[in-house]
């Protein structure tokens, strides 16, 4: 199976993957882009879905609540977090864009044991990874420790010429607490437009083993296996991960043959 799921730049949505589309079980994603007044409204029943205003300002009902004037970026690569909306299953969210927007919709299996909310970017936590060129820009958007059924969902910015999801990591085997089953989607951005990234997934058998060069608003998906981000020199990084599995924990282990550059002095 091909794990690249390349987006069509002029399309509604961008990109998107399914559970049908991914022969998974968890992750849902679709990202798309809003010209000023323009709607789009996602409701799937038994599925709770954070709504991420990634770029532009939009407004975002849920049911009968309604928040407005949500997003103060107008690139996710600027320097701040994003504002987000939790929606429980089978309610109709209804977003509507106040500017150009950019919107992300991150869904998974739930019991509807929350209420909907909004997730202000003050409430995130933001966070420094690695050292050298392994360091990037964490955002924990919907994070382990906040309520939510299934999903998981953080974003990441990699400067130009670093490593990301590096030493390569997995977690696709159910051994808390070394190790948890979590599907997961990457949803790319370049800086500049025209920029790549190259993102491998592979499993220690490599009985999947895929090299592939991501473009902006492309999605990788990682059923299982490893799977680091390198980004070339001239071109920053965006990714937005949606994590979603069995259990609601996210314990990884990394490649053993390349555990040693974390020691590294």
Known sequence: MNLLVKADQAGK?????????AGWIHVGFRAVKLA???????????????VVILAGKASVKVGEQQWTH???????????????????PGVAVEVTAESDAEV???????AGNHPARL????????????????????????????????????EVLTPSGHSSSYPPHKHDRDALPEESVLEETYYHR????????FQRVYTDDRRIDQSMAVE????????????????????ESYYLNVMAGPKREWCFKNDPAHEWIIAKP
């Open 216 to 235: 902006d608003h492309d999605v990788v998906m990682v059923p299982e296996g490893y799977h680091p981000v390198s980004v070339p020199y001239g071109y």
């Open 13 to 21: 949505p961008l990109v998107e993957v399914t559970p049908t589309s």
């Open 36 to 50: 000023a007044q323009e709607r789009e409204v996602w409701q799937q029943p038994g599925r709770e879905c954070c």
């Open 190 to 197: 370049l800086n500049p437009t025209q920029g790549f990234a």
């Open 119 to 154: 997730i202000t970017p003050d409430s995130m936590q933001r966070s420094v990874r690695g050292k050298d060129a392994n360091t990037r820009y964490v955002t924990d958007i919907l994070p382990q420790g906040e309520p939510a059924d299934g999903l998981l969902v953080v």
């Open 104 to 110: 992300a919709f991150c869904s998974a299996p739930s």
């Open 70 to 88: 949500l997003g103060e970026r107008q690139s996710v690569f600027e320097d701040m977090a994003p504002y987000a909306v939790y929606a429980p």
